[in-house]
């Protein structure tokens, strides 16, 4: 956070449903939640979901434990989990003025050592404003910037010169970069209905997704991803 308000004042955190396709489910949930760290966290746990609020890192570092360790008993699981950083509706964030967002450092998880698929996606809920459309926070330098525009505006059926398009409806421009950032981390595996794939570690998995999420906060300030992870699926999928 680049300011002195805390993830929790700032909404930052997560609601995640571990399922577990095996006889003994009820015991592998509750060790695997036992077993994670939570220092640092609110979390609560109900008949649905398990919520965990705190900084983006110790959340992340959360979700990994619980996965891996309920991963660790060889059954096919699956966990949905949704990420929302940036005050959602319940809660009025009194945001320095000028500040249209608050960023944070992206995260960076050890390997787990399980193998993850997920379907990935990501909302914008608030587009970025004019100065630069959202991209996915990097732990490398940036890139070099953009040579400068020098092509004469488009003119209308009429001759008059068209409107420059509103950067705050370019709500797909910083979604294309975070699918550019997961083929860039070797993680991408393609495109299905409605989201994108991700394939490798489950650490590697979540640190993408996260990374995008937070670095699309960086510039708007309230963005949701969701993804769904499988382990341990039964059913063959071509390498």
């Not at 699956?78 to 809660?91: H, Y």
């Not at 070099?144 to 008059?160: I, K, N, Q, R, V």
């Not at 550019?180 to 993680?187: L, S, T």
């Not at 650490?203 to 999420?213: G, K, S």
């Amino acid at each position: 956070m680049t300011s002195s308000m805390t993830p929790q004042q700032y909404g930052v955190g997560a609601r995640f449903t571990l399922s577990v396709y095996d006889s003994d489910y009820v015991r592998i949930i509750l060790d695997a939640l036992a077993a994670a760290d939570a220092e640092g966290l609110v979390i609560e746990t109900n008949d649905i979901s398990t919520f965990v609020s705190g900084a983006e890192q110790r959340v992340l570092e959360y979700l990994a434990a619980v996965i891996g360790a309920a991963a660790a008993s060889g059954a096919h699981l699956s966990a949905a989990i949704l990420l929302s950083r940036g005050c959602p509706g319940e809660l009025q964030c009194a945001l320095p003025p000028g500040v249209p967002a608050l960023g944070t450092a992206p995260v960076s998880l050890a390997g787990t050592g399980v193998r993850a698929r997920a379907h990935w996606s990501l909302y914008p809920l608030l587009d970025a404003g004019p100065a630069e459309p959202a991209v996915p926070a990097e732990r490398t330098e940036p890139a070099a910037p953009a040579a400068p525009e020098t092509t004469a505006p488009a003119a209308s059926a009429d001759g008059s010169p068209e409107q420059a398009p509103d950067r705050h409806l370019e709500h797909m421009a910083p979604i294309y970069a975070a699918i550019e950032a997961a083929k860039r981390d070797g993680i991408y595996a393609g495109s299905d209905h409605y989201a994108t794939r991700l394939d490798g570690d489950l650490a590697a998995v979540l640190e993408t997704v996260a990374n995008a999420w937070i670095g699309v906060g960086a510039s708007v300030q309230h963005v949701v991803t969701h993804l769904t992870v499988s382990v341990n699926s039964p059913t063959p999928v071509s390498d």
